[in-house]
C-alpha cells in the first residue's frame, strides 16, 4: 500500500470546466505537494504545505487553486485551463519540509481538450 | 532550484547486463535520494545517501554519493525487465524546503 491515494487516476476536460483533484495520505506526515510531470522535463513543484499552511506558490497561473483543509487532504481545483497544461499530476507528502523523503501517490493523468 | 543533471537520458540493455546512470551537480546538497517511477504510477523511493563517499547497496543496486556530496551514481547489476522504469535522483539542502529533481534516466531491459 502506497501511503498516498489520488482520485481521480485519469481525467478529460475541456478548457471551460472546472473539475478537482483530491490527494489523500495516510502515513501521518505534516507536509503535502503537488507536482505537475511533463515527457523529458524534471518534475515541476506547484504548491506545498506544511501543518496545512501554504509554504510555496511556485508561479502556478491562477487557473490552479490548491486546498488543504487538514494534513491529511490535499486539493487541486482547476478551471479554464490551456491544453499545455496536460500532464500527470503528482502529490507528495512528507514527514516535514526540507530534506525528508517524499511519498509520492500514483498521478493523476489530465488531458486538457 | 540547484540543477541536477542526470545521464545518459535514455538506457536500452539485455536482460543480464549491467548499467550505470549518473547524476551530477554543481551544487553541493546535504542528501540525495533516488526514486524509481514505472509507468503508470508515482515515483517511489529507493535510496536515500547522506554522507560523502557513501556507498548503500539494495540487492543488484549499489547507489554511490561522491565525496563532494555533488554528483551521484546508482549500478545495477545482471539487470532484469523488472528494473525498467525512469529513475530520479532528487537532492536537499540545508537552506532549502523543497527537494530538486533531476530531469531522470528512462531505462528499458529487454528480456
Known amino acids: 500500500e502506497t501511503g498516498v491515494t489520488q482520485t481521480p487516476r485519469h481525467l478529460v476536460m475541456g478548457m471551460t470546466n472546472k473539475k478537482s483533484l483530491k490527494c489523500e495520505q495516510h502515513?501521518?506526515?505534516?507536509?503535502m505537494y503537488w507536482y505537475k510531470q511533463s515527457a523529458k522535463k524534471p518534475l515541476e513543484l506547484m504548491f506545498v504545505?506544511?501543518?496545512?499552511?501554504?509554504?510555496e506558490n511556485n508561479s502556478v497561473p491562477s487557473r490552479f487553486s490548491p486546498e488543504c483543509p487538514n494534513s491529511s487532504h490535499l486539493f487541486l481545483h482547476l478551471h479554464t485551463l490551456q491544453p499545455e497544461d496536460s500532464a500527470l499530476y503528482l502529490c507528495?507528502?512528507?514527514?516535514?519540509?526540507?530534506?525528508?523523503?517524499?511519498?509520492f501517490g500514483p498521478g493523476t493523468r489530465l488531458t486538457v481538450t | 532550484t540547484q540543477l541536477l543533471e542526470q545521464s545518459p537520458q535514455f538506457l536500452s540493455i539485455q536482460e543480464g547486463e549491467n548499467l550505470t546512470v549518473y547524476c551530477n551537480s554543481s551544487?553541493?546538497?546535504?542528501?540525495l535520494q533516488w526514486y524509481r517511477q514505472e509507468p503508470g504510477e508515482g515515483p517511489v523511493l529507493l535510496v536515500t545517501?547522506?554522507?560523502?563517499?557513501e556507498v548503500k547497496k539494495l540487492k543488484r543496486l549499489t547507489f554511490q554519493f561522491g565525496d563532494a556530496r555533488k554528483d551521484s551514481s546508482l549500478h545495477i547489476t545482471a539487470a532484469q525487465p523488472g528494473d525498467t522504469g525512469l529513475y530520479l535522483c532528487?537532492?536537499?539542502?540545508?537552506?532549502?524546503?523543497?527537494?530538486?529533481f533531476g530531469a531522470g534516466t528512462t531505462v528499458t531491459v529487454r528480456a
Open positions: 507528495a507528502s512528507s514527514r516535514g519540509t526540507g530534506g525528508y523523503e517524499q511519498y
Open positions: 502515513l501521518g506526515h505534516n507536509a
Open positions: 504545505y506544511s501543518l496545512e499552511e501554504r509554504v
Open positions: 551544487s553541493v546538497f546535504s542528501s
Open positions: 545517501v547522506v554522507t560523502g563517499g
Open positions: 532528487a537532492g536537499a539542502s540545508a537552506n532549502d524546503y523543497k527537494l530538486s
